[in-house]
């Protein structure tokens, strides 16, 4: 008879394990998140740093969406949330020139894609070289793009997961940082399997953030 391990994907291979590093930098790193939606990601990292796991602080969040439940979270944690609606502007560039704008006003010095449902530009690239990571529910460079999870689901692959990178302008690639493994179950649906994704997803991303930080 079959064994699927693990069942409940709460634990997964984590790699590289920089869990073991010493991921306390001297100073803390100055954080501005952008998200979209939910804001499960932003949230982690904002427990993180409230348990003292992560020497950081969140500086502001930027939210594209009037109703993003990112930016209830940041209210609840009496952090800074700055709607840059991009339906008010005419041309990407322009949004990101704005988005730059806020970081540089925040003094942000690392920031953190979680869950941004727009493409970027070299603009926004440009104004933080290597200081900006993106996390994906994929093992890239599988599943690039929107949909990832169904990709996946589609694909019959009986292992994903999630992958943090460094962003480059073609969508889902660039250096990666850590990646974690997550078994596809035979009954997996998209919300199930991304249920799971998520769990690995809220432990990398913290870590993914210390390990640039002690760089
Ligand atoms: C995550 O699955 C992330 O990988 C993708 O968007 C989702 C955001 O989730 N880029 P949340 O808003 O942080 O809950």
Known sequence: ?????PIDGTS??????ISAQNLQPMKPLKLGVMASGNGSNFEVVAQAIQAGKLNAQI???????PSAK?????KNHGLEAVLLNHRDYKKRENLDRAIVKTFRQYDVDLVI????????????????????????????????????????????????????????LEMDSGPILIQ??????PDDTAETLHA??????????????????AR
């Open 70 to 74: 990112a930016a209830e979270r940041a």
């Open 196 to 213: 799971r994704i998520q769990i690995q997803e809220h432990r990398i991303l913290p870590l993914a953030i210390a390990s640039l930080a």
């Open 113 to 168: 894609m979680a869950g941004w449902m727009r493409i970027v530009t070299q603009e926004l690239i440009d104004a933080f070289p290597d200081r900006i990571i993106n996390i994906h529910p994929s093992l890239l460079p599988s599943f690039k793009g929107v949909r990832a999870v169904e990709q996946a689901l589609e694909a019959g692959v009986k292992i994903t997961g999630c992958t943090v990178h460094l962003l480059r």
């Open 12 to 17: 997964s291979l984590i790699y590289p394990d």
């Open 59 to 65: 500086q502001v969040l930027i939210y594209n969406n």
């Open 1 to 5: 008879m079959s064994q699927y391990y």
């Open 180 to 185: 974690a493994a997550v078994p596809v179950l």
